[in-house]
C-alpha cells in the first residue's frame, strides 16, 4: 500500500512527499471512468513527481515521495474506492520511519498532498512537522466540484460514504494518538476551501491542535497560489529540515502568535 520513489541522503531527517492531482491525471478522469485509460497508464502518471528539483538541491534531508494510485485515481491517501484505507497506510509509514531509524519526519503537500499531510501529521506521532499547501479540508466537496458524474471512482456504491470523506478531517477516531506537532498552514484568500481552512482551525484550538497559517492575500487562486510562490515554500520547508526560521522571516511578517501574510503578494 505504502509505495513511491524514497531518495537518500544519509539523513535521520525525511521529508515525506504527499503528491498533487497532476493536471493530466485529472484530465484522464472520464476516460479512466469509461475504461478508455488502463492503470498501467495510470501508474506512469503517478510516477511524474513534483517537488524533484527542490530535493534534489536541498540534499540536507531524505525525502519519500509517496504515490497516491489509490480509488482507480487517487485517494487523499486515505479512501479506496468507496473504503477507508488510513489505517493500515498510516501502520506501514510507521514501519517505514522506525525501519530507516528517522529521528524528525516533515509531512509536506499541497492541494490533496496537503490533505494527507494533515492525516498523517495528526496520525502519526513520529511526524515532527507539518507543511500543508492549499489543502482540501472537505475533500467530497472538492470531488463533486471536479468530477460529479464520474465520483463512483471513489466513493464506490455506498452513499453514506460520501459525507464520511466529507467529514473526515472532524472525526474524533483520528485525533486519538496525537502527539505535539508543529502544523504549518498555507492558503490564500481566493482558494476554494479558504473558509473551510479558516473553519478547520478553529476546530483545532478546540481540540488541543496548535496551528500557524501562512496567508496569501493576492487574487490567485489553488495551483497558482503554488506555483508563483515557490520562492516562498522552498523557504519554509528547507528552514523546517534546519529548525531555523531564517528564510520565513524574509518571506513573511507576523500579524498574530498564529497568523503570518506574505510580504510579496
Known amino acids: 500500500m505504502l509505495h513511491g520513489k524514497h531518495l537518500l541522503n544519509g539523513s535521520d531527517t525525511l521529508v515525506i512527499v504527499f503528491q498533487n492531482a497532476a493536471k493530466p491525471l485529472n484530465d484522464a478522469i472520464p ?11 495510470v501508474a506512469e502518471m503517478h510516477e511524474r ?5 527542490f530535493a534534489q538541491r536541498v540534499t540536507k ?12 485515481v487517487y485517494g487523499w491517501y486515505f479512501i479506496d474506492n468507496g473504503k477507508f484505507i488510513h489505517e493500515q497506510f498510516n501502520e506501514e509509514l510507521t514501519a517505514f520511519i522506525q525501519q530507516h531509524g528517522y529521528k524528525r519526519v516533515i ?39 471536479l468530477c460529479p458524474n464520474e465520483k463512483s471512482l471513489f466513493f464506490g456504491k455506498k452513499k453514506h460514504f460520501e459525507k464520511q470523506v466529507d467529514d473526515f478531517l472532524f472525526a474524533d477516531a483520528l485525533y486519538a494518538n496525537y502527539k505535539e506537532t508543529k502544523l504549518y498552514l498555507y ?31 493576492g487574487d490567485e487562486r489553488h495551483t497558482r497560489l503554488v506555483n508563483q510562490y515557490t520562492p516562498f515554500i522552498f523557504a519554509v520547508l528547507e528552514d523546517l529540515i534546519d529548525q531555523s526560521e531564517n528564510r520565513i ?3 513573511a511578517v507576523s500579524l498574530s502568535p498564529s497568523i503570518r501574510i506574505l510580504k510579496e503578494q
Not at 476516460?31 to 497508464?41: A, H, L, P, S
Open 107 to 145: 509531512a509536506f503537500g499541497s492541494s490533496k498532498g496537503g490533505t494527507g499531510a494533515i492525516i498523517y501529521g495528526i496520525m502519526n506521532p513520529l511526524i515532527t512537522d507539518v507543511f500543508s499547501l492549499i489543502p482540501q479540508i472537505h475533500v467530497a466537496r472538492f470531488i463533486n466540484k
Open 249 to 251: 522571516m524574509q518571506q
Open 31 to 41: 476516460d479512466i471512468y469509461r475504461g478508455n485509460v488502463t492503470q498501467k497508464e
Open 187 to 217: 492558503t490564500g484568500l481566493q482558494d476554494i476551501q479558504f473558509q473551510a481552512l479558516l473553519d478547520y482551525r478553529k476546530f483545532l484550538e478546540k481540540k488541543g491542535v496548535t496551528s500557524e497559517l501562512f496567508l496569501n492575500r
Open 61 to 72: 534531508a531524505d525525502y519519500f515521495f509517496v504515490k497516491d494510485h489509490f480509488s482507480s
Open 49 to 53: 513527481y513534483t517537488w524533484m528539483k
